[in-house]
């Protein structure tokens, strides 16, 4: 990782996936509460993700990710990373919520038999893809927190999944009060507060037709101070 770390606590790469539909009163996004036990974020509503995991990056979910999502996800991170985070946005979707992001497999596309995680997939003839994907924030744990990541968060229609969206019965669990939340009630949820930030960008985009070229922010906190950029 060519990221500078914090002493106190190893920042992780990690990903999140906002999965986002047209409800009857506005957008709605995806959301479930974390344990009261979790190490990370007790009791917080939050949108399904998780750190990267080393089998991510045999996944090839990545080319279809629009080239400026590509590009902007490569800026200050280890080469490659753009394939691996966005495989990882899509396992973490599966994991908490049963959801499968993928498109018909094809004779072409890698075996996926062999890996555990996504059995799933192989099993409905479905490859993982990002293609719908759009690359949205990034943010990194401020220092002294247990633990701490460097967090890419990507938005992606409901359209996208494979199945029933309101079909939950396949999550494992890590995320409780699975339900699709209008984004404005979203707010008066328990939420950490980057989730907050991140839905106030959500919204902005929603409502910008020429949102693919919105820049995305970044709340670097990678040393003492504070940093908010634009990549």
């Given at each position: 990782?060519?990221?500078?770390?914090?002493?106190?606590?190893?920042?992780?790469?990690?990903?999140?996936?906002?999965?986002?539909?047209?409800?009857?009163?506005?957008?709605?996004?995806?959301?479930?509460q974390r344990g009261d036990k979790a190490a990370f974020m007790p009791s917080k509503f939050v949108f399904p993700g998780g750190r990267v995991d080393m089998g991510d990056a045999a996944v090839t979910a990545a080319p279809g990710l629009p080239e400026i999502c590509t590009a902007r996800l490569a800026k200050e991170a280890a080469?490659?990373?753009?394939?691996?985070?966005?495989?990882?946005?899509?396992?973490?979707?599966?994991?908490?919520?049963?959801?499968?992001?993928?498109?018909?497999?094809?004779?072409?596309?890698?075996?996926?038999?062999?890996?555990?995680?996504?059995?799933?997939?192989?099993?409905?003839?479905?490859?993982?893809?990002?293609?719908?994907?759009?690359?949205?924030?990034?943010?990194?744990?401020?220092?002294?927190?247990?633990?701490?990541?460097?967090?890419?968060?990507?938005?992606?229609?409901?359209?996208?999944?494979?199945?029933?969206?309101?079909?939950?019965?396949?999550?494992?669990?890590?995320?409780?009060?699975?339900?699709?939340?209008?984004?404005?009630?979203?707010?008066?949820?328990?939420?950490?507060?980057?989730?907050?930030?991140?839905?106030?960008?959500?919204?902005?985009?929603?409502?910008?037709?020429?949102?693919?070229?919105?820049?995305?922010?970044?709340?670097?906190?990678?040393?003492?101070?504070?940093?908010?950029?634009?990549?």
């Amino acid at each position: 990782m060519v990221m500078e770390q914090s002493a106190d606590t190893p920042i992780r790469d990690a990903a999140t996936l906002i999965a986002w539909r047209t409800g009857a009163s506005g957008p709605e996004v995806l959301m479930g509460q974390r344990g009261d036990k979790a190490a990370f974020m007790p009791s917080k509503f939050v949108f399904p993700g998780g750190r990267v995991d080393m089998g991510d990056a045999a996944v090839t979910a990545a080319p279809g990710l629009p080239e400026i999502c590509t590009a902007r996800l490569a800026k200050e991170a280890a080469p490659g990373m753009a394939g691996a985070l966005a495989s990882a946005a899509i396992r973490e979707l599966r994991e908490e919520t049963g959801l499968l992001l993928g498109r018909p497999r094809r004779q072409d596309d890698p075996a996926l038999g062999g890996l555990e995680d996504w059995a799933e997939f192989a099993s409905a003839s479905l490859y993982p893809t990002a293609a719908a994907m759009q690359f949205v924030f990034r943010a990194i744990t401020p220092p002294g927190r247990p633990r701490r990541f460097d967090a890419r968060f990507f938005l992606v229609p409901a359209a996208a999944v494979c199945g029933d969206p309101e079909d939950f019965s396949k999550s494992d669990d890590e995320l409780s009060h699975l339900q699709w939340v209008p984004l404005q009630a979203a707010r008066a949820l328990d939420l950490p507060f980057i989730t907050g930030i991140v839905l106030s960008e959500v919204a902005a985009r929603l409502a910008d037709a020429a949102a693919d070229a919105r820049p995305v922010p970044f709340f670097d906190n990678r040393g003492q101070h504070s940093r908010f950029l634009m990549l």
